[in-house]
């Protein structure tokens, strides 16, 4: 896990009683290395902070930037192109005249490496693009297009997009026809980190006290179990609420509570194991 964030979805399998998961973490590939001074590193690491969460939405239009959310002209954007080389097809193409790096970015499966994910009883793995949210209000998004300068730019909300701020919201209205379902094929998806958080499949605490709540007494010292899943139900600040994984109770020990308090992050350091989604 890449502690100064983020994520990319990478496959791991556990040899546990579970058949395997495929879990995501918090690290992303990085297009190339950019040589920075130190006191321009210094200058970043004194405007970091880790926002208010998540920004992920459709690729059926351009991804158009702003300096300042006042501009009426776009320093950049994004266009999406599908990959039509041999080697490559299907996967997404990211083009730009800059390079971004934002929080998590990458092309997806090919064809070829979905049909062989199908075979193996997966499914197959679409592009991703997610940035980190640093200011939301009704008319933009401020967030960090470059995980390594700290750069940020404006997204304006465009009000023909649905705004999601929970991912079942998409499962929800997914369906053109269905009754109940307010289909739009464009939308965003802004989760604060508490929503994020609660949706996951689970996390893993390995080396982490658990306390009796934010800031509270330590009910249990150093957890050093290899793989012992929880869901967050609840996050203040620097801490997040953790009870016992559903499907997952016969790793515990039963005579332990563990239900409690755990810091998630000191800073811009992640200090919880992340998996989004299993699939058996």
Same mark, same amino acid.
């Given at each position: 896990? +890449?502690n100064?964030?983020?994520?990319?979805?990478?496959?791991?399998?556990?040899?546990?009683?579970?058949?395997?998961?495929?879990?995501s973490?918090?690290?992303?590939?990085?297009?190339?290395?950019?040589?920075?001074?130190?006191?321009?590193?210094?200058?970043?690491?004194?405007?970091?902070?880790?926002?208010?969460?998540?920004?992920?939405?459709?690729?059926?239009?351009?991804? +158009?930037?702003?300096?300042?959310?006042?501009?009426?002209?776009?320093?950049?954007?994004?266009?999406?192109?599908?990959?039509?080389?041999?080697?490559?097809?299907?996967?997404l193409?990211?083009?730009?005249?800059?390079?971004?790096?934002?929080?998590?970015?990458?092309?997806?499966?090919?064809?070829?490496?979905?049909?062989?994910?199908?075979?193996?009883?997966?499914?197959?793995?679409?592009?991703?693009?997610?940035?980190?949210v640093?200011?939301?209000?009704?008319?933009?998004?401020k967030?960090?297009?470059?995980?390594?300068?700290?750069?940020?730019?404006?997204?304006k909300?465009?009000?023909?997009y649905?705004?999601?701020?929970?991912?079942?919201q998409?499962?929800?209205?997914?369906c053109?026809?269905?009754?109940?379902?307010?289909?739009?094929?464009?939308?965003?998806?802004?989760?604060?980190?508490?929503?994020?958080?609660?949706?996951?499949?689970f996390?893993?605490?390995?080396?982490?006290?658990?306390?009796?709540?934010?800031?509270?007494?330590?009910?249990?010292?150093?957890?050093?179990?290899?793989?012992l899943?929880?869901?967050?139900?609840?996050?203040?600040?620097?801490?997040?609420?953790?009870?016992?994984?559903?499907?997952?109770?016969?790793?515990?020990?039963?005579?332990?509570?563990?239900?409690?308090w755990?810091?998630?992050?000191?800073?811009?350091?992640?200090?919880?194991?992340?998996?989004?989604?299993?699939?058996?």
């Amino acid at each position: 896990m +890449k502690n100064n964030l983020f994520l990319n979805c990478k496959m791991m399998f556990l040899k546990l009683c579970i058949p395997f998961v495929l879990l995501s973490t918090l690290f992303q590939c990085k297009p190339e290395i950019k040589e920075i001074s130190n006191d321009k590193k210094a200058e970043i690491e004194v405007e970091k902070e880790m926002g208010l969460g998540l920004l992920s939405l459709t690729f059926n239009k351009p991804l +158009k930037f702003y300096k300042n959310p006042t501009d009426s002209v776009v320093f950049d954007q994004i266009e999406f192109i599908k990959n039509s080389q041999p080697e490559t097809r299907g996967r997404l193409l990211f083009i730009s005249k800059t390079t971004f790096s934002p929080y998590r970015m990458q092309s997806g499966d090919t064809d070829e490496m979905a049909k062989q994910n199908i075979n193996h009883g997966l499914v197959r793995f679409g592009p991703e693009l997610f940035f980190r949210v640093l200011e939301k209000t009704d008319s933009f998004f401020k967030v960090v297009i470059d995980e390594d300068t700290f750069e940020s730019a404006y997204l304006k909300i465009n009000p023909n997009y649905a705004l999601y701020t929970e991912l079942s919201q998409v499962y929800a209205n997914s369906c053109s026809n269905c009754p109940g379902s307010n289909y739009n094929p464009d939308f965003y998806i802004y989760e604060t980190w508490e929503n994020y958080f609660k949706r996951l499949e689970f996390i893993t605490i390995k080396g982490l006290d658990i306390y009796s709540s934010a800031n509270g007494i330590i009910l249990l010292e150093k957890n050093n179990d290899a793989f012992l899943p929880f869901q967050v139900t609840a996050l203040e600040g620097d801490w997040i609420k953790i009870k016992k994984a559903k499907l997952y109770e016969s790793y515990f020990d039963n005579t332990i509570n563990y239900d409690g308090w755990v810091r998630w992050k000191n800073n811009m350091e992640i200090l919880v194991d992340i998996t989004e989604h299993t699939y058996e």
